[in-house]
T-cell receptor, first 113, second 113 residues
């Protein structure tokens, strides 16, 4: 069972570089999310999507962009990487409804130097 | 807006000790409540959930009861094991606010043999 798959697992970027974090889910979920996890700070929502072609900003969207061209894929783009974007990034997905749960990928550890 | 507060860690216990991790929430609607667990180097996994007042979620010896009157969802386990060492996140999901999940800051638990 694949669930939510994130690539890469680790990446080191230089300041000003760009990259795309990939996320794919095979559960036919409408909702997909990107979170960042900083030490001791819990998870903060960057962007989310309620379906293909629809995205919206979360709590900390600055410096990131997303797209959702298919139900399965939800890539996160970092433009002009900055040290403040050093973090662990988690992609998640869920169906809709009051008792649904979020399913998480394994995470991408990004360091910007 | 919706928010989750949980006790700060780290929490260190001896094997077979009783565990309580407090969680309280603020929500304007009728949220579902969750406990997620994160083992080192992994993504978050659902531990248990409750979708309405007075529901009790349970899994792997862990329990939590949805208390609407005190807006709480405290996590308990009668006898912890070394393998329970992880970070525990309390979370809520309010479908009336776009199905977004709001997480607490996490509580790191270390169980010593």
């Amino acid at each position: 069972n694949a669930g939510v798959t994130q690539t890469p697992k680790f990446r080191i970027l230089k300041i000003g570089q760009s990259m795309t974090l990939q996320c794919a889910q095979d559960m036919n979920h409408n909702y997909m999310y990107w979170y960042r996890q900083d030490p001791g700070m819990g998870l903060k929502l960057i962007y989310y999507s309620v379906g293909a072609g629809i995205t919206d900003k979360g709590e900390v969207p600055n410096g990131y962009n997303v797209s959702r061209s298919t139900t399965e894929d939800f890539p996160l783009r970092l433009e002009l990487a900055a040290p403040s974007q050093t973090s662990v990034y988690f992609c998640a997905s869920s169906s809709s409804g009051p008792d649904t749960e979020a399913f998480f990928g394994q995470g991408t550890r990004l360091t910007v130097v | 807006g919706n928010s989750v507060t949980q006790m700060e860690g780290p929490v260190t216990l001896s094997e077979e000790a009783f565990l309580t991790i407090n969680c309280t929430y603020t929500a304007t609607g009728y949220p579902s409540l969750f406990w997620y667990v994160q083992y080192p180097g992994e993504g978050l996994q659902l531990l248990l959930k409750a979708t309405k007042a007075d529901d009790k979620g349970s899994n792997k010896g862990f329990e939590a009861t949805y208390r609407k009157e005190t807006t709480s969802f405290h996590l308990e386990k009668g006898s912890v094991q070394v393998s329970d060492s992880a970070v525990y996140f309390c979370a809520l999901s309010d479908p009336s606010y776009g199905q977004n999940f709001v997480f607490g800051p996490g509580t790191r638990l270390s169980v010593l043999p």
